[in-house]
């Protein structure tokens, strides 16, 4: 299973942007879905989260302004970041949980750039 993620870029703060990132391969299904990110000298952080039932979690740093969404049909997890603040510069990590026969995995994605001007 690979992950492509994509939607990062440069915005003015106030702005919005959309990440969304596919999970492909064979024979497997997909379990939970999520973005972490990580600042300049900082640990990665959650972000937000969504089960394969739709429950959702935020980090209090971004709830009201990004939400999490998934299509099940693509196995595609979006981020919509919406009143983007330049704290939320980061490089952003989409993260699957997946099964496979009998085990579960867990892969990240590339990351992908988010910052955020003043």
């Known amino acids: 299973v690979q992950l492509q993620a994509s939607g990062g870029g440069l915005v003015q703060a106030g702005g919005s942007l959309r990440l969304s990132c596919a999970a492909s391969g064979s024979a497997f299904s997909v379990n939970a879905m999520g973005w972490y990110r990580q600042a300049p000298g900082k640990q990665r952080e959650l972000v937000a989260v969504?089960?394969?039932?739709?429950?959702?979690n935020y980090a209090d740093s971004v709830k009201g302004r990004f939400t999490i969404s998934r299509d099940n049909a693509k196995n595609t997890v979006y981020l919509q970041m919406n009143s983007l603040k330049p704290e939320d510069t980061a490089v952003y990590y989409c993260n699957v949980d997946y099964r496979r026969t009998w085990s579960n995995y867990v892969i990240w994605g590339q990351g992908t750039l988010v910052t955020v001007s003043s």
């Open positions: 969504i089960t394969s039932g739709g429950n959702t």
